[in-house]
């Protein structure tokens, strides 16, 4: 049996620092998650449009909605707002997400309850 190596002792601050930033990175991520469910859920249609840039997309099945205005819209009109006067719940599954640098994917599904 072969034990590798970790970080040389002069490497470990660093190396800890980048894992707990990664950590960080993640957490941050699934609050993002749960927050624009939660936004949606409560009829708060400029707080889950605040979550997107400008120039974002938010993917529903095989719909996208292209810009922040058309984000807003998926919850301040239509059937949405139906589905709110009947209770609707968004429940989320526990996201996988890949942190690489300055980038990430997350991956979770979702079951829209009403």
Partial sequence: MTVEAGPDIHERPAALEARLQEL???????QLLT????A???????????QWLPEGTYNVGE???AGRDNVRRVVAE??????M?????????PPHIRV?????TAVNYT???I
């Fill in 100 to 104: 690489d640098g300055d980038t990430a």
């Fill in 63 to 65: 719909r996208t909605f």
């Fill in 78 to 83: 239509g059937r949405h707002v139906e589905y």
């Fill in 85 to 93: 006067s009947e209770d609707c719940a968004h429940l989320l599954t």
């Fill in 40 to 50: 949606a859920d409560a009829g708060q249609a400029d707080a889950f449009a605040a």
């Fill in 24 to 30: 960080v990175d993640i957490q941050e991520i699934t």
């Fill in 35 to 38: 927050f624009v469910s939660s």
């Fill in 111 to 113: 079951v829209f309850a």
